[in-house]
Nanobody, 125 residues
Framework: QVQLVESGGGLVQAGGSLRLSCAAS????????MGWFRQAPGKEREFVAA????????YNVDSVKGRFTISRDNAKNTVYLQMNSLKPEDTAVYYC??????????????????WGKGTLVTVSS
């Protein structure tokens, strides 16, 4: 019932910045916890960041803490991931996800209700 479409990926040099967007359809968007996962070549998908429906609870994985910022604009049905100081190890397909459950649940990487198709981020050295 909810569709998620990511955009904003691309090729950047190490130290550069990108902002990913996730546009969501659905009347009940604001009630969902939203987050970002990523999958590098040859690796499993991993959790990156999440934000509660109210914006009051935010969690970022340690590897991106201080560099990435997740935010949401419920009026526009959009979630963002601002990525600064990018490193080659950030190279991955980034996926937007939604769950009716909590941020804590999302950090465990289980119970997703919806997934986007992904957007590729490539960081060169």
């Amino acid at each position: 019932q909810v569709q998620l479409v990511e955009s904003g990926g691309g090729l950047v040099q190490a130290g550069g910045s990108l902002r990913l967007s996730c546009a969501a359809s659905g009347r009940t968007f604001s009630s969902y916890t939203m987050g970002w996962f990523r999958q590098a070549p040859g690796k499993e998908r991993e959790f990156v960041a999440a934000i509660s429906w109210s914006g009051g609870v935010i969690y970022n994985v340690d590897s991106v803490k201080g560099r990435f910022t997740i935010s949401r604009d419920n009026a526009k049905n959009t979630v963002y991931l601002q990525m600064n100081s990018l490193k080659p190890e950030d190279t991955a397909v980034y996926y937007c996800a939604a769950t009716s459950r909590s941020v804590a649940t999302m950090t465990r990487g289980v119970g997703m209700d919806y997934w986007g198709k992904g957007t590729l981020v490539t960081v060169s050295s």
